[in-house]
């Protein structure tokens, strides 16, 4: 049945509800019209939504107004939107008042049923309570119907106030000033649409559609087109590399390992942004900045860096489940991608497809001996071959994600096998100087210990010489070339001195100093005993 023909059936519906009300017959006439109404009107809106939804979809921008910055595209976007899927409201509605009223009236003048109405309020009932159908948008048309309902039960002046709340929601909708998050998101689809493979789009589509048809899977629909949107949809064309920025950003690591990330910096704004580079393969020490690295890399070329771990992590993790399965899933690798894509757009910028991926703790499945570290590290090689695309298969979306274009693993390990180890570029990171940890301890770690403590006297401890010469100490005698030891240690120091320094007013720092060496010393002999693990 075609749209025009389901209104006529749906404007038969309102003439049979007012027939019954306006005549002098059983009430068993006046509910069998009710329902049928109802019902009717209902049904046909809901059909009506998804033809409407379609339309709106099928939008596209000319190639003059893909070419614009996202921004403009957007108001483009909302301007289409609003024309195909509202129109002319005014217009809308005094066409749907008039042909509703007109039907009305027609049925209940050749039966002869307005012996208890006059004619004049027979039009009006009809222009309300059908009308209303024409023009009311989404929820607001039930609303509106059974007020229309009520309303020619009842009769009196709520025939109006029924036609003008439709007419007022519609036109409010129409001017942008109601547009609900589903809408925002389908304008925001629009305005990007240009960017997506055409399986991407044909899974948008049919969530937006699937909302239409049962609105009971608002949320997780809503959830779906987000992370779909917040995959990477842009290349970034001028990744440009500032000597002064890249040596600042590195300048707490060694003359050596400084000089390859360098190298690698400045590589990455060389290389074609359509390209992938070669993968790297950052190994150290637990603390020596391997993570930290590849985000002061990113944060030098001002590209986004998206980080996970891969300890633990199965095949199933890492690709996820449909999201027509019970428990929707996009995948560990994709997840990172969405997560990096949602806080660029919160600080009002754009996630990049030559964009850093970090991938820590590649050696726990690299050195793994059960099944799924060995099954994990099997789809990890494929997947980080340059022959396959580095695209993940993605059931989530139903279709291939790429994923991001610069990619670095880590791992406390270097690669035993030769063959496999060749297939990246290495980094050894052989840890910070005494020096360098004294200048994060003090510029960065301390101040924000403090920090949590703002309610306490904290400034005295900035200026004690006891305290400066105790975490002299510490790290001078720590013997980790990593941080993560005198990190903990540092930390569970201050915290040790302010507490002492609330109850006692003394900070204590010689008998803490002895304690904390002594608790260094094993850690030490700790860190020794696991250092041999990773040789």
Not at 23 to 52: C, P, R
Not at 153 to 162: M, P, R
Request: glycine share 8%; net charge neutral; proline share 2%.
């Amino acid at each position: 049945m075609r749209f025009k023909n389901k209104l006529s059936a749906g404007l038969l519906s309102g003439s049979l509800l007012l027939s019954g009300v306006t005549s002098t017959s059983s009430m068993a006439v006046t509910s069998l019209s009710s329902g049928a109404l109802a019902g009717n009107i209902a049904y046909h809106l809901k059909l009506a939504k998804v033809e409407l939804r379609k339309k709106s979809l099928s939008l596209e921008l000319n190639e003059q107004q893909k070419a614009l910055g996202l921004e403009e595209r957007k108001s483009i976007a909302k301007d289409m939107y609003r024309d195909a899927v509202y129109g002319n409201p005014e217009r809308k509605a005094k066409t749907g008042a008039i042909v509703a009223g007109a039907t009305a009236l027609s049925i209940p003048l050749a039966v002869g049923a307005y012996k208890s109405k006059t004619v004049s309020d027979a039009i009006k009932s009809g222009a309300t309570t059908v009308g209303g159908y024409l023009f009311a948008n989404e929820f607001t048309v039930i609303a509106t119907v059974y007020t229309g309902i009520f309303a020619a039960i009842y009769g009196g002046v709520k025939y109006y106030s029924a036609l003008s709340n439709g007419y007022n929601a519609w036109t409010e909708l129409s001017e942008g000033r109601v547009y609900t998050n589903l809408e925002e998101l389908q304008i925001s689809y629009l305005a990007n649409k240009h960017l997506l493979n055409s399986k991407l789009k044909a899974s948008i589509e049919k969530q937006f559609i699937k909302v239409d048809e049962d609105d009971s899977k608002l949320i997780e629909v809503t959830t779906f087109i987000e992370n779909a949107l917040a995959l990477p949809l842009y290349t970034k064309g001028d990744v440009t590399y500032d000597v002064d920025a890249v040596s600042t950003n590195l300048a707490s690591y060694s003359d050596n390992v400084r000089g390859h990330l360098q190298n690698y910096a400045f590589e990455l704004s060389l290389t074609n942004p359509e390209a992938s580079s070669a993968v790297m393969f950052f190994h150290g020490l637990p603390g020596t900045g391997k993570t930290l690295a590849g985000k002061l890399v990113g944060k030098a070329l001002d590209l986004p860096v998206a980080t996970i771990s891969l300890a633990g992590k199965s095949v199933e993790d890492l690709v996820g489940s449909s999201f027509e399965s019970g428990k929707p899933n996009p995948g560990a690798l994709i997840k990172a991608m969405i997560d990096s894509g949602k806080s660029q757009a919160s600080k009002g910028e754009k996630s990049y497809k030559n964009m850093i991926l970090v991938l820590d703790d590649f050696d726990r499945i690299l050195n793994g001996q059960d099944e799924k570290s060995r099954a994990t590290l099997a789809y990890m090689l494929y997947l980080l071959d340059p022959n396959n695309g580095h695209k993940v298969s993605s059931s989530y979306f139903e279709t291939d994600v790429e994923l991001p274009r610069h990619i670095i693993l880590t791992g406390n390990t270097h690669i035993r096998d030769l063959a496999l180890r060749r297939r990246f570029n290495n980094i050894a990171f052989d840890g910070f100087s005494a020096e360098v940890k004294k200048q994060i301890i003090w510029s960065h770690q301390i101040p924000a210990v403090l920090s949590k403590y703002s309610g306490s006297d904290t400034d005295g401890i900035l200026v004690d010489s006891c305290t400066q010469t105790a975490i002299s100490k510490l790290v001078e005698a720590d013997k980790d070339p990593g941080f993560r030891t005198i990190n903990i240690l540092v930390e569970d120091f201050i915290k040790e001195s302010l507490r002492n320094n609330m109850i006692t007013g003394s900070y204590q720092t010689s008998s803490l100093m002895t304690k904390y060496l002594r608790r260094l010393d094993d850690l030490n002999s700790e860190n020794l005993e696991a250092a041999g693990q990773y040789k």
